[in-house]
């Protein structure tokens, strides 16, 4: 978006940062076509978020911004196939605080 408002100021820095950080995304994507992050801080782990769910949709936002869709990024297709393989027959997804995993 940023670009698109000042489409030369730093262009070619900031299109290699949307690449790398686009990169990184995909390349932090488990194999099932989910993302699940967890963050240490001041020596405690947590989950960001609060289930698979949660962490998939903010990747694929992310993949968006950097112009991925469907048809052209395989991470969005593998995260559609997760996120329909999780709903429910009620249409409801399900996932709760008990869907986090747990580490010591």
């Not at 489409?7 to 995909?26: A, H, L, Q």
């Not at 240490?40 to 911004?65: D, E, P, Q, R």
């Amino acid at each position: 978006m940023f670009s698109e408002l000042n489409p030369v100021y730093r262009k070619e820095e900031i299109g290699n940062c949307i690449i790398k950080s686009s990169k990184f995304i995909e390349n932090k994507q488990r194999k099932d076509g989910s993302w699940f992050v967890v963050l240490v801080c001041c020596c405690l782990f947590g989950t960001w978020g609060i289930c698979f769910t949660y962490g998939t949709f903010f990747a694929v936002k992310g993949l968006a911004a950097a112009g991925r869709t469907y048809e052209n990024s395989s991470s969005i297709r593998k995260a559609c196939n997760f996120i329909l393989s999780k709903q429910l027959s009620t249409g409801g997804w399900g996932e709760t605080y008990l869907s986090s995993e747990t580490e010591f």
